[in-house]
């Protein structure tokens, strides 16, 4: 199967740590990306790979991969970090093809 | 600076045909992937299709299986847009479409680059 799954909803009190999952057959052989989304606002790359964060990104954010399961773990969670994050991976079925996980809602208490 | 800008919002009649753009600038828009992403009221993100504007040929472009014959994406790169189409719409096409540049990796597939969307609404 090329889709992938995420925990729908989780809250971090300010300064601590989160880490969101998303979990997939392909993963197993290839890694995620990770978008944050704000309110009425268009997606934003927050990482990619095996260790690549986008310039402008704070290194609070953080990713990993272990077997079919990929995180994003957010360390010292600050107020603007609540979003919607959603992870993207290759679609197995199809040359070029790619999947997005369904989100997870990240609050900030 | 890389910059994705996106047609303005469109209302429309179930039926009507519709092409909304994409027009990249600050980069080689020939040299990059562009993918259309659909996000209805309220959901998430999917991940419609892609095409590369650097070639011309019928392999340019891909759609995931539930979005082909739905829509068309193209691109010129004489213009530096890319497309997405609609010969019929339908009351559940009411979305907001975002385009996003494919990145350059090792292997890696990222979207680094996002257009600020355009809202399709189509109702009778």
């Known amino acids: 199967s090329s889709e992938l799954t995420q925990g729908p909803a989780v809250s971090v009190a300010v300064g601590q740590t989160v880490r969101i999952t998303c979990q997939g057959d392909?993963?197993?052989?290839?890694?995620a990306s990770w978008y944050q989304q704000k309110p009425g606002q268009a997606p934003v790359l927050v990482f990619y790979?095996?260790?690549n964060r986008p310039s402008g990104i704070p290194d609070r954010f953080s990713g990993s991969t272990s077997g079919n399961t990929a995180s994003l773990t957010i360390t010292g969670a600050q107020a603007e970090d609540e979003a919607d994050y959603y992870c993207n991976s290759r679609d197995t079925s199809g040359d070029h093809l790619e999947v997005f996980g369904p989100g997870t809602k990240v609050t900030v208490l | 600076d890389v910059q994705l800008v996106q047609s303005g919002a469109e209302m429309k009649k179930p039926g009507d045909s519709l092409k909304i753009f994409c027009k990249g600038s600050?980069?080689?828009?020939?040299?990059?992937?562009i993918a259309w992403v659909r996000q209805m009221p309220g959901r998430g993100l999917e991940w419609m299709g892609i095409v590369y504007p650097g070639d011309s040929g019928e392999f340019n472009t891909r759609y995931r299986p539930s979005f082909r014959g739905q829509v068309t994406i193209s691109a010129d790169k004489s213009t530096g847009a890319a497309y997405l189409q609609w010969s019929s719409l339908k009351a559940s096409d009411t979305a907001m479409y975002y385009c996003?540049?494919?990145?350059?990796?090792?292997?890696?597939?990222?979207?680094?680059?996002w257009g600020q969307g355009t809202l399709v609404t189509v109702s009778s």
């Open positions: 996003a540049r494919r990145g350059l990796g090792f292997g890696d597939l990222f979207l680094d680059y």
């Open positions: 600050g980069y080689t828009f020939a040299n990059y992937w």
């Open positions: 790979g095996k260790d």
């Open positions: 392909s993963l197993r052989a290839f890694y």
